[in-house]
Each structure stands twice: as C-alpha cells, then as structure tokens.
C-alpha cells in the first residue's frame, strides 16, 4: 500500500539558517553562540531521522497486517469493492469498528485514564482525516467511528466511569 508519506518541517532547518546568517566572520563567538549551533544542528539531524522512520514504518505496512488477505485493492472491480464495505464484510463498519476499539481496549485493559486516552486520540486522528480529505469524511467512515467510539465508551461504563472528561 502506497500512502503519501512526505513529512516535511523546516522549523528547526530555519532556526539554523538564521542562527548561521547571524553569524559572520567578524562576530565573536562566545559559549553560547556555539551551543545553539550544535542545538540547532542537533534538531536538525533528530527531525530528519524521526522522517525516516516515519517513511520506513509506513512503507512496510501492509493491508495483511491488520488481517486483510483478499484480492490487492487495486484490482478490485467495483462490485467487488462495494462488497467489501458491506456491513459484515471485512471493511465493513461493523468488522473495522471491531479492529479499531480492540486496538485501545487491548492497549488500555481496565485502565480508565488510557482508555479515556486512547478514545480521545481516535478522536483527534479523525478530525485530522476530516482536514485531510478537505471536509466531511464519507458516511461509512462517519459511522465506523461512531460505532467505536461506542464499544468504547461501552467498556468505561461496564468499568464505572464516564466518557465525558470533566476536569477540562
């Protein structure tokens, strides 16, 4: 699967070309001069080698990593595609729903503070879909992620607790 992986972020590479254009020959350098060149730099390598393991991590996976063996997506004809997301189908809101909560269930057990967590990153990550695909996600996913959110907030009721952070 082929996703776009560019990650790009020049804060740090603009801190050190102004930090370097601040500097010339007859500028005195002093201890501090020099530490946030190697700050600077530093930042620089640590942005470039968290892109490449990003890129690295997105370019292995695969759609047999969360349990999908059929036909490559690609080749799919359009029935056989409509089939896919039907409701008891392998992309279908049920069966996804059951993929993406298991993953915070699992992760969390019975701890109320990561289960909260986890339901809060679900969340964020599809308020970033949504600005991503430049609006409204389509219905299946609106109602794909309604549906997890349910078998979560299931689980925190089942351990006493309430969805709802309160202390914000």
């Known amino acids: 699967m082929k996703l776009n992986n560019s990650f790009t972020s020049t804060f740090y590479q603009d801190i050190s070309t102004n930090f370097s254009q601040k500097l010339d020959k007859s500028t005195k350098l002093s201890a501090k001069n020099i530490s946030d060149s190697y700050l600077a730099q530093y930042q620089i390598k640590i942005s470039q ?9 997105i370019d292995t996976f695969t759609l047999k990593d969360i349990g999908y063996d059929g036909k490559s997506i690609g080749n799919l ?29 699992n992760g969390a057990g019975d701890n109320i503070d990561m289960l909260k967590a986890g339901r809060d990153a679900m969340l964020k990550g599809f308020e970033e879909a949504k600005k991503l695909w430049g609006g409204e996600l389509p219905k299946i996913s609106q109602e794909t992620m309604k549906k997890t ?8 009721r089942d ?10």
């Open 49 to 57: 080698n968290m892109q490449f393991e990003i890129n690295k991590q």
């Open 77 to 105: 004809t359009q029935d056989e595609a409509k089939n896919l997301v039907n409701e008891d189908s392998f992309f279908g809101i049920k069966k996804t729903s059951d993929r993406l909560s298991s993953f915070v269930l």
């Open 149 to 156: 959110i349910e078998i979560i907030d299931t689980k925190l």
């Open 159 to 168: 351990l006493g607790a309430s969805s709802i952070n309160t202390t914000a």
